[in-house]
């Protein structure tokens, strides 16, 4: 009887009123990075729950600069131009119809040969019209720079070659789900390099433009939706190798080009052999008769791939991995698109309007004639029917349906006033939280969310400890994994680095690869930073040798980490634009702690501090002086030390009676007593042959004893690498 009565005090025009302003704030709020991010996780969503598209009758495939091209041929990356030249002839003798190559080609070969190299590419270039080339607008972020246009060099250009551009348009989450049709610079349009193939492969002349109409492009007869400025959206036909894919080598191998003794075969031009059932080359298979070959890079040191909707696959055996998508594969996607016409295209404007006008009356009508339980579940039930219309317009009229605007106007219209307020309220702590609650302990995120003003941007000078962490040669050890080995060995080793960070009060600023940077003494200020960053970096080597331990018996590569710590003044505080930024620390003392990481590998240790990090620890930690030292780039020099233990642990006796001797040594070399100093270390040696700081002053004693560093020398090691 109650809920009945409210009802009758009810307003229609408070009702109306709720509804607009549920829109209006919809609408406001849908354009904000959080949810603009969500927008496009739930856009890949739908590709995923729509599959792979079939492109079986795709004239599209790749022609891969992959591992074993690289392998087989006399020459390692980067190539002659003339392997480029005698593949397009070949190509070309097999039938296709054109050829992109996604190189950027933009000066001369300088290598001994080069020129004749260019001159092999350019004849070929000048011989076939239906090849184009890579070029790229480079687009600055500093103000006072020029956007620069990168044509293919010009020896190439002179052969009447076509080129397109390269470049994608990447949204606010990294991803590329967006492709460039063409661009603008210095008020003439140049097309894409997907659609320079697109008007080969058509008959198109090349001087056909790409004209602006504000919803969609056109490319002569060919409409084309647009999504912004001159980007569409890509509707991918799949994840990363949903195109056929020849290595560059099977088209490069025939009898005229000499290839590694053992990859020699001759493959391309081999006729084959019906009777024995060996298959007929390339040249005569009929299989790239009438294609549209792109040429790119899918190796992955040269970091040409990108995430994109179909990051996230399962492999085989059922489980999720990350696969990123090479630019060449990104530009056969856009391609196939513009192919099968099968493009996809947003829910104009005005539809989108009326859309959340309808669902604010459908919400209003709920709440005014349902009682409560049965109105939250029909609510529900609206939600639930508007992803799943969302979904069907996506898979069957290839139409986008923006989700999070919608879903909003439901929620605010139901709460009204109520609801509006909780919900800009928690978008604020969803930002903080999602800002900072994987990077610093929980008791620091409550703080920041109990004074917000902390997130504005701008620095103070405050003095803290900074950390850096790396993995000891994991170039070498990334290049023997696959992606998928490598992800979850970097993960399982980040995750246990973070959380030991996370545990004693740092904070996590930014991972770079394997890489971490940490700080101690913020957001908030604490006595004991050095201590705790101290204490840290010990737990982490010894969680280390834990997973070292475990990855021995799983057969995985032992990782080691050199930490470097360093304490000072650091300009602290949130770094960047409003919308998007970054709470991190700049200053001399950060630069410091990253050059003391580095400086580990001179001296085989894995921690070591700086002299202003000491004269807070030193009184808790076991330690030892390591050298005095000037970085790269500062004049004045710096004494540095090994962290040892922690100083409630125990030493043993024989390691206690070790570093007796090595600081004996130390006092020698300080005093240029090179025998003296050569019997300390010795001694120090023989008690633990492995430790690398005596090996290290062993050596130099005995080069110092033959060769004098001479009067004037300060005892300073300079460290010319970073």
């Not at 890509?234 to 000499?258: A, K, Q, W």
């Not at 919308?579 to 410091?592: I, K, P, Q, R, S």
Request: charged fraction near 25%; charge should be negative; glycine fraction near 6%.
């Amino acid at each position: 009887m109650a809920e009945k009565t409210h009802k009758h005090k009810e307003k229609p025009i408070v009702s109306f009123t709720v509804a607009i302003i549920a829109i209006l704030i919809a609408l406001f709020v849908g354009q904000s990075t959080t949810f603009i991010s969500l927008e496009h996780d739930l856009l890949d969503y739908r590709f995923k729950l729509r599959g792979p598209l079939d492109i079986s009758e795709s004239p599209v495939l790749i022609l891969a600069i992959d591992d074993q091209s690289d392998e087989s041929t006399p020459s390692r990356w980067p190539w002659p131009r003339e392997y480029f030249a005698h593949v397009i002839e070949n190509l070309n003798d097999a039938g296709v119809k054109a050829i992109g190559i996604d190189v950027i080609f933009e000066q001369a070969d300088f290598s001994l040969g080069g020129s004749q190299s260019d001159q092999r590419l350019a004849d070929a270039l000048r011989q076939y019209k239906n090849v184009v080339l890579a070029g790229k607008l480079v687009v600055p972020t500093g103000r006072a720079q020029m956007v620069t246009l990168v044509p293919p060099y010009e020896k190439f250009l002179n052969s009447g070659v076509k080129w397109g551009l390269v470049s994608f348009d990447l949204d606010e989450d990294g991803f590329y789900r967006r492709y460039l049709v063409g661009q603008s610079f210095n008020d003439s349009v140049y097309a894409s390099f997907a659609v320079d193939l697109f008007k080969i492969y058509k008959d198109l002349d090349p001087a056909t433009p790409v004209e602006d109409h504000g919803t969609y492009f056109t490319i002569g007869p060919y409409h084309i939706p647009k999504i912004n400025s001159y980007s569409s959206i890509i509707n991918y036909s799949g994840p990363s190798g949903t195109f056929p894919r020849y290595s560059f080598d099977t088209v490069l191998d025939d009898e005229d080009f000499d290839m590694i003794e053992e990859y020699d075969m001759d493959s391309f031009d081999d006729p084959g052999d019906p009777d024995i059932g060996l298959p007929p080359g390339l040249l005569h298979s009929g299989d790239l008769k009438g294609k549209i070959v792109l040429i790119g890079s899918m190796v992955q040191e040269h970091h040409d791939d990108f995430p994109t909707p179909f990051l996230e696959v399962r492999d085989e055996e059922g489980r999720l991995a990350q696969i990123l998508t090479y630019g060449v594969e990104i530009h056969a996607n856009m391609l196939q698109m513009l192919l099968s016409e099968k493009y996809l295209s947003q829910l104009p404007y005005i539809w989108e309007v009326l859309t959340l006008l309808i669902l604010s009356v459908l919400v209003f009508l709920i709440i005014r004639y349902l009682p409560t339980f049965w109105g939250l579940f029909t609510v529900t039930f609206l939600i639930i029917a508007f992803f799943f219309t969302a979904f069907v317009f996506f898979s069957n009229l290839s139409t986008i349906v923006d989700i999070i605007t919608p879903v909003l106007t439901i929620f605010m219209a139901y709460g009204g006033h109520t609801v509006y307020r909780y919900i800009l309220s928690q978008h604020e702590r969803r930002m903080i939280t999602g800002a900072f609650s994987h990077y610093v302990p929980k008791k620091v995120v409550d703080q920041i969310l109990a004074d917000p003003d902390k997130l504005a941007l701008g620095g103070e000078e405050r003095e803290v400890t900074v950390m850096f962490t790396d993995v000891a040669g994991f170039t070498s050890i990334s290049e023997k994994l696959s992606p998928s080995q490598l992800v979850k060995l970097l993960n399982e080793y980040l995750t246990e680095m973070t959380d030991t960070v996370l545990a004693h009060e740092g904070i996590i600023d930014k991972y770079e690869g394997d890489a971490i940077m940490a700080e101690f003494g913020v957001p908030v200020p604490s006595t004991d930073h050095a201590k705790m960053a101290c204490q840290t970096a010990l737990v982490m080597q010894k969680k280390l040798t834990r997973l070292r331990e475990k990855w021995k018996k799983e057969g995985r590569p032992e990782l080691r980490a050199r930490i470097g710590i360093n304490t000072g003044v650091v300009i602290v505080g949130n770094m960047g634009s409003r919308d998007v930024f970054d709470y991190t620390v700049m200053g001399d003392a950060v630069n410091l702690g990253s050059r003391l990481e580095g400086a580990n590998k001179f001296y085989g240790t894995y921690i070591m501090i700086s002299e202003f990090t000491y004269k807070f620890v030193k009184d808790d930690f076991y330690t030892r002086e390591l050298d005095l030292i000037r970085v790269k780039g500062k004049e004045q020099p710096i004494k540095v030390f090994e962290l040892i233990a922690s100083g409630q642990d125990k030493l043993s006796d024989e390691f206690s009676k070790m570093l007796a001797l090595y600081e004996k040594g130390l006092a020698h070399y300080k005093a240029l007593e090179w025998n003296e100093a050569i019997d300390s270390f010795e001694a120090a040696l023989k008690l633990f042959p492995e430790d690398t700081p005596s090996q290290e002053y062993r050596s130099r004693c005995i080069e110092y004893k033959f060769n004098s560093p001479g009067p004037e020398w300060d005892g300073v090691t300079v460290m010319k690498e970073k």
